[in-house]
Every structure is written in structure tokens, then in C-alpha cells.
């Protein structure tokens, strides 16, 4: 089981359940949603995992440890503030019923993490469907690294970001990529999810080497002229 449990203005809290098995849970920017899909969807919970330090991605961790305060919590060093319980950086986390690969993905923030289970790829602010995160506590290197990390997972992996922003990403998409018959086609696919109230992610991997430019850079510079355009755009 996979949900995209909307929050805030266009965050995501994302769900993830091996069938019969208990609950991960990725990023909580608010408590609300997830304790009412909690109270309808009653389950066990396994862990809690934060991608970066970031408010819109942690402010419902004290209100959840409040609730829930046997249940670990994983984050890189920067979220020790934020109330994780279990510092990860890089490595792999074996909880009884998972093993979740943590790969560095900074830049967005200079300790950003991304998780991996069971194929399915939680990025935060690393990667987003037809964009990435901007640089902010980090560095363009870092992102650029970290990007390159990802692309190198299966095809088939399914990329869950962290927030809404496949139709403005598009839009930049389309202006930067020469080969655009993919990004206009999704852009109508995503135009009409969104239209009916439907999340447009996950996306794939394989996807998002089509529709991503970010993903498409060849070099370092290639990626930093593009990241700044797109914070013009």
C-alpha cells in the first residue's frame, strides 16, 4: 500500500505498508490528516522517516511523538532538532520488518536524505516529477551528486516526492528540454488528475529521465545553469 496523503498548501505525507506488515511514514509537515487516516485506517507503525529539517516537513513530529512515543524516528544529523530519535546519514536502517537504504542527497539542505524501500524511492525536496529542489543550506555540487545517486537506481523505481509541483515544473520543462512530446503529453496526463483532485505522483524513475532536465544535465555547470533558470522562471 501506497498513499499520497495530502498536507499543508501542497506537501505530501507519504504511507507505506508491505501488506499485513505495520506502517512507515514519511515527512509529517501537520498531525491532522495523518491522525485522521490513523483513526480510519487503524495500524501499527514502524517508523517514522525525515528527509531534511525543514519546517513544512517536520512540524508534526512533536504532536506525533506526543501520540505515538515508542515509535523511532530517522533523520539525518540537521533533524536531531526536529525531534528524530535515530540519526542516519548514509548507510541502511533494518527495522523488524524493513530494510531501508538511506542515500545523501544534500543541497537542498546541506543534510538532506532520501530513502529507498522496496523500490519505492521517499526524496523530500531532492527530486521532484520534472524538477528538483533549490539550493538552499547546501551546495549545487551536493545536488548535483545526489541527482546523479538516484539516476543510477532501477528504471522501475517508484519516485515519491514531497510535494505538488509536477505542473510548474512542466511548464519550465518544456521550455528546456529539446525532445518535448514527453513533457507535453504528461502535462496533459497530470492536467487532468489535478482536475479531478488526484495527486500526480508517484512518477517513475524511468519517467523522469524523459520529463526531467535536472536529470538530464551531463555536468555540474550544465545542472547549475539550469537550477538557476528555473529560479527565474
Not at 490528516?33 to 522517516?49: G, S
Not at 511523538?65 to 530519535?85: D, H
Amino acid at each position: 500500500m501506497l498513499v499520497a496523503l495530502p498536507a499543508l498548501n501542497d506537501n505530501y505525507i507519504w504511507l507505506y505498508q508491505r501488506e499485513n506488515l505495520p506502517l512507515i511514514i514519511v515527512d509529517l509537515p501537520e498531525t491532522d490528516k495523518l491522525f485522521a487516516w490513523l483513526v480510519a485506517n487503524p495500524t501499527p507503525i514502524e517508523a517514522l522517516l525525515l528527509t531534511h529539517e525543514h519546517d513544512d516537513h517536520t512540524q508534526g513530529v512533536a504532536s506525533f511523538k506526543q501520540r505515538y512515543p515508542n515509535v523511532p524516528i530517522y533523520g539525518s544529523q540537521e533533524c536531531a532538532s526536529k525531534g528524530a530519535t535515530h540519526i542516519v546519514n548514509e548507510g541502511e536502517i533494518i527495522t523488524p520488518n524493513y530494510a531501508i537504504q538511506v542515500i545523501p542527497t544534500g543541497g537542498h539542505t546541506a543534510q538532506h536524505i532520501s530513502f529507498l524501500v522496496d523500490n519505492h524511492l521517499f526524496c523530500g525536496d531532492a527530486l521532484f516529477s520534472a524538477g528538483c529542489g533549490r539550493v538552499f543550506t547546501g551546495n549545487y555540487q551536493q545536488m548535483f551528486e545526489g541527482l546523479g545517486r538516484l539516476k543510477q537506481l532501477p528504471d522501475d523505481t517508484i519516485v515519491c516526492p514531497g510535494h505538488e509541483y509536477t505542473l510548474s515544473n512542466l511548464a519550465f520543462a518544456e521550455t528546456v528540454i529539446e525532445e518535448k512530446s514527453a513533457v507535453k503529453n504528461h502535462r496533459i496526463f497530470v492536467e487532468h488528475l489535478r482536475q479531478e483532485g488526484k495527486p500526480s505522483l508517484p512518477t517513475t524513475l524511468e519517467l523522469e529521465k524523459r520529463i526531467n532536465p535536472f536529470l538530464q544535465a551531463k555536468s555540474e555547470q550544465e545542472f547549475i545553469a539550469l537550477r538557476q533558470a528555473k529560479d527565474r522562471f
